[in-house]
């Protein structure tokens, strides 16, 4: 975890072309708001005691906010924000007392945008590890910072923002994929069918299948009780295959049953947590 002693360095521009890529892929900003980061906001404030918490992503110029618990803003100047610090530091970001903060162009965006004595910030990551946002809450009194528990805590609705980006980017697959393959039939170059058991078996010996998990959250208690999972298959030509594409023929391969050696393979690591297929 990153205190104070936050002197920031800028990304390369290939690092930062890369990032700005893999935000676009998850077409999330200038959406409306949605229920469920508006969730994870609110249980970011009600859970560390903060006055608000918001969940921003930031493109060249911005941080744009999808969710906002305690104002109504939409988006904020990228320059000198909090973002930034996020994103050079690599790290979550704690400044217990603003006044004292030694940095006086970001202490002004801070001071504008929440009149703020504390925040924590941590970051929005892609499964590869990219920083396309932030998830920040803020408390009108300095504090001396925060506990173990409430970094995990925050770090870990951030990991579950982070798996609703994946979420909406497999949504969007599943609905374009059929529409190009109607679009080849029109065109006559219907493609011969793929995957054949070949294929399944060797994306099966590569560890080519994954699992990913969404964690659920207990309103009440605001402590995860378990975990949705789906398995995806990435394709090193293909790219992010539908589980339509792939589950019905894996049947006649066993792949159904394959998950008891898959599993241990992939660490059931929890990111990005998805529906079940």
Known sequence: MCHEELETKAPGRRQENTRLA???????????PEPCYDTLTRLAAEYLCTDSACLGFADESRVWLKSWWGQNIREIPRKDSIFDMVLARDCPIVVPDVAQYPYGEHRA?????????????????????????????????PRVGITEDELHMLESLADIAANLLELRKLRSTVIEYPRRGRQAALAGSVPKTWPRCGDLHRALDRGEFVFYYQPEVDL????????????????????????????????TVRLDSAHRRLGPRRGLQPDPGLEPG
């Open 22 to 32: 893999a935000l676009a892929s998850y077409a999330i900003l200038d959406t409306p």
């Open 109 to 141: 965006i801070i001071l504008g945008i929440s009149h703020a004595a504390f925040f924590a910030s941590v970051p929005v990551r892609t499964p590869d590890r990219k920083i396309i946002g932030t998830l920040t809450v803020f408390a009108s009194q």
């Open 220 to 251: 009440a208690t605001r402590k995860i009780i378990g975990v949705e999972a789906l398995i995806r298959w990435v394709h090193p030509e293909r790219g992010l295959i539908p589980p339509m594409d792939f589950i019905p023929p894996s049947r």
